[in-house]
């Protein structure tokens, strides 16, 4: 395995810490008292804070993309691929939540850039699997799939930008999983909700 430079492991450091504190919370000396580097060495490398982040902001969303390739490979067919995303959904949606609040609220030109650069990919990727979902025979023909990928994705970013109102006992990594769950459910044909039916129904046999 190639070794990572000293950049790339500040990015790495850098966005573990994003994740588990928020943007906002995570200082310059903060970043480099834990990875036992002068603060002049980050500044020297990236320039600026705002660098660094874009830069964070950018590899956090290469490893959810990578991680959601390798789930699509090792599934069987598209409700199984979304099934498996929600089984390691809780290792994602904190971190996630944490990072894209903080930018948005303190560094809403990065926030603007990445969302811009991102959302093509994102509905690209989506409208292939809903396609995909529908040669399956998981997925309802009749669906309208840019109708469907539109209130999904503005229903997950009403969560992450707090645009609606939640109930104060759910986290956002409730609702995002409810989201994805119960709207995949709503366009599954007969088989895609006894697969769906089934998952949850072991679930919560083993609380």
């Not at 320039?47 to 090792?74: C, W």
Request: proline share 1%; net charge negative; aromatic share 10%.
């Amino acid at each position: 395995m190639e070794e990572l430079s000293i950049r790339e492991r500040i990015v790495v450091h850098t966005t573990g810490m994003f994740g588990r504190a928020g943007v906002k919370s995570v200082r310059m000396d903060d970043i480099a008292a834990e990875m036992g580097i002068s603060k002049r060495t980050i500044y020297e490398i990236f320039g600026d804070r705002e660098m660094l982040i874009a830069e964070s902001m950018n590899y956090f969303h290469a490893q959810i993309h990578a991680k959601s390739e390798e789930l699509a490979r090792a599934a069987d067919n598209i409700i199984d691929e979304y099934l498996r995303m929600l089984d390691v959904w809780d290792g994602q949606a904190d971190a996630a939540y944490n990072i894209m609040v903080d930018v948005r609220k303190y560094y809403p030109a990065i926030y603007d850039r990445f969302m811009r650069e991102r959302a093509c990919d994102i509905e690209a990727r989506t409208r292939e699997k809903f396609r995909r979902g529908i040669e399956e025979g998981y997925l309802l023909e009749r669906i309208n799939i840019d109708l469907s990928i539109s209130i999904i994705m503005y229903s997950l970013y009403g969560v992450m930008n707090r645009s609606f109102i939640m109930p104060a006992n759910v986290s956002e990594r409730e609702a995002f999983k409810h989201i994805v769950s119960h709207f995949i459910r709503g366009i599954a044909t007969q088989k895609g909700v006894a697969m769906i039916d089934e998952y949850y129904e072991k679930k919560n046999e083993r609380k």
